[in-house]
Structure formats: C-alpha cells, structure tokens
C-alpha cells in the first residue's frame, strides 16, 4: 500500500499571505490529524477529520483551518500568515479498526518570509 | 490535561553500545503509549506501541515496556548502529472519546558513533 502522501513538500510565502496544504491518506484510512512540528514547540496536534467532520481541534488561531473530502483527502490552510507559521506540517491517517496508531506522510515544509 | 516527558537529549553513543532513552507520560485513563522515530528530512515513522500495562513493544531491535505503576515507557537496545541515528518522540493517545489525538514529548536526538 502507499503511504500518506503530502504535497507540496516544500513552501515559501511571505507574511500576510495565505496557503493550502494537502494530504492524501493511507488507501482505506477514513482519519485524518494534522500536526505542526517547531523547533520551539515541538510537535502540536491542529485537528482530526473523520468522514468529512471534524472531529477533535487542538489550541490553534482561527487562521489555521481544515477540511476533508469524501474520498478522504484532507487540507488545510493558514490565512494571514505569520513569521510564527514556519514549521513542518504533518499529516496523519489512522486505519478505523484502530483507533489509537497513526501513520505519518513526510510533511509540507513551509517557509514564511 | 496529558502530557510527556522525555529525557533531554542529545544522546551521542558509539557503535553497539547500549541505548535507553527515558519516557514518563501523565494522563487519564488507560493511554496507549508509542514511539515514533524521525529521520533527517523525513516524516516520523512508527517504530514501536503498547495498548496496556505491562505491555512490551518490539520492532528492529528497540523494546519498551508499559508500566503503569511508574507510568514510564523507555525504550531500550542492546546494540545501536550508525543507522540508528535519528530523532526519536515518545507519544501517547488518549480516551477513544477523545479521537486519536497524539500527544508527544520533545524529541531525543540520538547520535550513533562508528
């Protein structure tokens, strides 16, 4: 089976300019989480959808959005973006038998200037 | 809330020695308790899980064990090598309730030494 799959792997924006992420899950996986990874942070949680619907949304700014599709492909996107906004996203899928065990794509490395 | 903590690293080791990098975690309930692994570049790869107490997680070498009394989960190998050399996150999930939100420690740069 392929993996997640994200694109783009690589983003450069400048500050008050807005972007959009995508994931495309593990064939079968219906979750979708996305996490942003700083190295002063560390590795937050953003949100989970699972069938369309958001399910769980971690203490982000309105800016930071997101949404899946039928097919489970998932985006999400920042508005307005802030130097702040650097990091690595993460996307994750989860197959439905499991609750608890996530796999992760190689994340969108996004650059705000 | 949960939360994680893991030992501050960096770790630098030479070839085949021993590894242990510590993990305590606090949460509600029963978590189910994992580490991933992040090489240079790259997404973070599943290296190992435990569902309960007692638990032992396994794969490539590296072990942990559940333990709920000390509410630890260290992950362990004899015998590290050069590849080995990664970013490694102790990670926990909460409550079924809650979805599967993944809550992780800061990260253990690990260094292996030919």
């Known amino acids: 089976k392929a993996g997640v799959t994200q694109t783009p792997r690589y983003l450069i924006k400048t500050r008050g300019q807005q972007v959009t992420l995508s994931c495309s899950p593990i064939?079968?996986?219906?979750?979708v989480s996305w996490y942003q990874q700083t190295p002063g942070q560390g590795l937050q949680f953003l949100f989970e959808?699972?069938?369309?619907?958001?399910?769980n949304k971690g203490n982000f700014p309105g800016r930071f959005s997101g949404r899946q599709f039928s097919n489970s492909r998932s985006e999400m996107n920042v508005s307005t973006l802030e130097l702040g906004d650097s990091a690595l996203y993460l996307c994750?899928?989860?197959?439905?038998?499991?609750?608890?065990?996530?796999?992760f794509g190689p994340g969108t490395r996004l650059t705000v200037l | 809330g949960n939360s994680v903590t893991q030992m501050e690293g960096p770790v630098t080791l030479s070839e085949e020695a021993f590894l242990t990098i510590n993990c305590t975690y606090t949460?509600?309930?029963?978590?189910?308790l994992f580490w991933y692994v992040q090489y240079p570049g790259e997404g973070l790869q599943l290296l190992l899980k435990?569902?309960?107490?007692?638990d032992k997680g396994s794969n490539k070498g590296f072990e942990a064990t559940y333990r709920k009394e000390t509410t630890s989960f260290h992950l362990e190998k004899g015998s590290v090598q050069v590849s080995d050399s990664a970013v490694y996150f102790c990670?926990?999930?909460?409550?079924?309730?809650?979805?599967?939100?993944?809550?992780f420690g800061e990260g253990t740069q690990l260094t292996v030494n030919p």
């Open positions: 994750a899928s989860r197959p439905t038998a499991v609750w608890d065990t996530q796999y």
């Open positions: 064939s079968g996986h219906r979750s």
């Open positions: 959808y699972f069938s369309e619907t958001q399910r």
């Open positions: 949460a509600t309930g029963y978590p189910s």
């Open positions: 435990a569902t309960k107490a007692d």
């Open positions: 990670a926990l999930s909460g409550q079924e309730t809650s979805g599967s939100r993944l809550t």
